[in-house]
């Protein structure tokens, strides 16, 4: 297992390299001068220049992204052009509503998903099936930041049930464990839970109608075991690859939650990124985009070692 876990991370060494080039270049090449969100329209251009150089936006590319990624070692993710305060600053207190409301939708997603996908796979081809397909598509089907629009439509506006925006009373950003808050997080989590419920339902039947057909499965119905027995072996079989499907679809809401973050205006990543894209913020978008894509694959590492822990088979191939 060590020499696994250190041969992962010597992988993930030119993976984060990488993902840093593509994550500066992307934002390089997008339209529009993030000096404007400094500067006045009507600025001199004597002005601009020095402003440019002040935040070493003249200097070539390579020269910028060697820069950049010095920084970042060292664990500068530079200062916002909008606002002057510190990427870091805002960053951490995003990242944890994020990495809040993306691990109680996976939850949501992963109990439900697991199951109506075990449901759909011990009784195939029987009502039961058939309804927890139709509802994996439609979850997979209807785009999210649609569902959190019709979600604030019936349960804010016209039951008054449950706060429409932001993280607290009054639109605070700062979570505390308690009802007031706790309410906030319902709707965004609901909306998010949809899609990877309707992934994990549609992966866990597919695996469990799969295994149910091996020979072992038989064997163990010859003996005379339970059908509950027999499902805790099925489930045993099945949990390595749900537990890779839960831990990509954690790291897509991670990074994919912009639009359900703006629906509800929820203060994490996705807000934040949605406000620096339209304010031309580079350091923001650079350090949140890259601090995603390191979440994510850090994530699959811890994946792939849960995995080798619980399946002997990955450790012998």
């Known amino acids: ?17 990488a993902v840093g080039f593509v994550c500066f270049m992307l934002v390089q090449i997008a339209p529009g001068d993030p000096i404007n969100a400094i500067v ?12 440019r150089r002040d935040y070493g936006l003249d200097k070539p590319l390579p ?23 510190s990427v870091w600053s805002d960053l951490s207190s995003a990242i944890s509503n994020t990495l809040m409301l993306a691990l109680v939708a996976s939850a ?10 075990g449901l759909a796979g011990t009784f195939r081809g029987s009502l039961l099936d058939r309804a927890a397909v139709g509802i994996a598509v439609a979850g997979v089907s209807v785009p ?7 979600l604030v439509v019936v349960f804010s506006v016209q039951l008054n049930w449950l ?4 993280a607290g009373p009054g639109g605070s950003s700062d ?12 709707l965004p989590a609901v909306t998010l839970a949809v899609i990877p419920m309707g992934i994990v339902t549609r992966t866990v039947r597919g695996i469990i109608a799969e295994i ?3 020979e072992f499965v038989t064997a163990l119905r010859g003996k005379g075991l339970t059908r509950m027995g027999i499902f805790i072996h099925v489930v045993k079989n099945a949990a390595p690859n749900a537990l890779a499907v839960i831990g990509l679809q954690l790291g897509y809401l991670m990074g994919g939650s912009i639009l359900v973050e703006t629906v509800f205006s929820w203060p994490g990543t996705g807000l934040l990124l949605n406000n620096a894209i339209f304010q031309r913020d580079l350091p923001v978008l650079q350090g949140t985009i890259l601090v995603l894509a390191m979440f994510f694959v850090a994530l699959n590492l811890m994946v792939d070692l849960v995995q080798t822990a619980l399946d002997p088979r990955i450790k012998r191939a």
Request: a neutral charge; hydrophobic letters at 55%; charged letters at 10%.
């Open 63 to 85: 020269v910028q992204f060697g820069i950049w990624l010095l920084k970042v070692v060292q664990g500068d993710l530079g200062r916002s052009l909008a606002t002057g305060r």
């Open 175 to 186: 979570w505390v464990w308690n009802w007031e808050h706790m309410q906030h997080l319902v």
């Open 144 to 150: 999210h930041y649609w569902l959190g629009m019709v």
């Open 40 to 51: 006045p329209a009507d600025a001199p251009g004597d002005v601009v220049e020095q402003v």
């Open 108 to 117: 949501i997603g992963f109990v439900l998903g697991c199951t109506l996908g």
């Open 212 to 214: 149910m057909n091996q």
């Open 1 to 17: 297992m060590f020499f696994y876990l250190i041969r992962r991370i010597l992988y993930a060494i030119p993976i984060a390299l």
């Open 163 to 166: 706060p429409a925006m932001g």
